[in-house]
C-alpha cells in the first residue's frame, strides 16, 4: 500500500520551532517530489513547500520562506520541514503528500499549534 | 498567483441526483488542474488530475472537465459517501494554489 505518515506536531509558543517528518512506503521514495500542504482550523488548503526528488530544488511559499526548510532524507523514505519563527497564524493541520502537480497519496496530517 | 474560485461554496443535493461543482482561474492554467474529495477528519482523496483523468480507484460517477480557466466536477448521481468538501487546485504555476471548496451537504 502506498501511504505517507506524519509526526512531530505539538504545541509551540511564538517565535518557537518545531520539525515535521513524514516516512513514505510502498513506492520508491526517491523517485517522486514530495509536498507539504497546511490546513488551518475550519480554513481550507494551502500549499506550503516542495522538494525535487534529488533535493536540488526546492518552492516555498511566500509566508513561510525564510522561516521553513523542507528536506529530505532518500535513504530513510523520509522527507522533513523545519519551521522557526514560528507565528499564530502557522496554526494548523500539517500534510505530507507525494508529488508536485497532483498530490496523491496525502498522510492523515500532523496538528501544529502555535499559541502562548 | 493564480487565485482558483469554487462556486457555489454549498450545494445542497438529494441522494441520486447529479452534482456539478465550478472551478475558475484567475489566468489558464493549461489543464493542469485537479480535484479532490475531503470528508470531516480526514485527509484530502486525489479524485481527478490533468482535468478530466480520473485517479486510481475512483469510481466512474466522478467526471471532470473543461480547460483554460474554467473546469467542472460531476458527480452523476450522488451517494451518501459523496457528501464533502471538494477542492479544486491548479498546479501549472509556482506557488500550487486550491481553490476555497465546495462543501456537498444533504438536501
Known amino acids: 500500500e502506498v501511504q505517507v505518515v506524519e509526526s512531530g506536531g505539538g504545541l509551540v509558543q511564538p517565535g518557537g520551532s518545531l520539525r515535521l517528518s513524514c516516512v513514505g512506503s510502498?513506492?520508491?521514495?526517491?523517485?517522486?517530489?514530495m509536498s507539504w500542504v497546511r490546513q488551518a482550523p475550519g480554513k481550507g488548503l494551502e500549499w506550503v513547500a516542495n522538494?525535487?526528488?534529488?533535493?536540488?530544488?526546492?518552492n516555498y511559499l511566500d509566508s513561510v520562506r525564510g522561516r521553513f526548510i523542507i528536506s529530505r532524507d532518500n535513504g530513510k523514505d523520509s522527507l522533513y520541514v523545519e519551521m522557526s519563527s514560528l507565528r499564530v497564524e502557522d496554526t494548523a493541520v500539517y500534510y505530507c503528500?507525494?508529488?508536485?502537480?497532483?498530490?496523491?497519496?496525502w498522510g492523515q496530517g500532523t496538528l501544529v499549534t502555535v499559541s502562548s | 498567483e493564480i487565485v482558483m474560485t469554487q462556486s457555489p461554496a454549498i450545494l445542497s443535493v438529494s441522494p441520486g441526483e447529479r452534482a456539478s461543482l465550478s472551478c475558475r482561474a484567475s489566468?489558464?492554467?493549461?489543464?493542469?488542474l485537479a480535484w479532490y474529495q475531503q470528508k470531516p477528519g480526514q485527509a484530502p482523496r486525489l479524485l481527478i488530475y490533468?482535468?478530466?483523468n480520473r485517479a486510481t480507484g475512483i469510481p466512474a460517477r466522478f467526471s471532470g472537465s473543461g480547460s483554460g480557466p474554467e473546469f467542472t466536477l460531476t458527480i452523476s448521481s450522488l451517494q451518501s459517501e459523496d457528501f464533502a468538501v471538494y477542492y479544486c487546485?491548479?498546479?501549472?504555476?509556482?506557488?500550487?494554489?486550491f481553490g476555497q471548496g465546495t462543501k456537498v451537504e444533504i438536501k
Open positions: 503528500a507525494r508529488g508536485t502537480g497532483w498530490l496523491d497519496p
Open positions: 510502498g513506492f520508491t521514495f526517491s523517485g517522486y517530489w
Open positions: 522538494i525535487k526528488e534529488d533535493g536540488s530544488e526546492k
Open positions: 489566468q489558464t492554467v493549461n489543464n493542469k
Open positions: 490533468g482535468a478530466s
Open positions: 487546485q491548479q498546479y501549472n504555476n509556482w506557488p500550487r494554489t
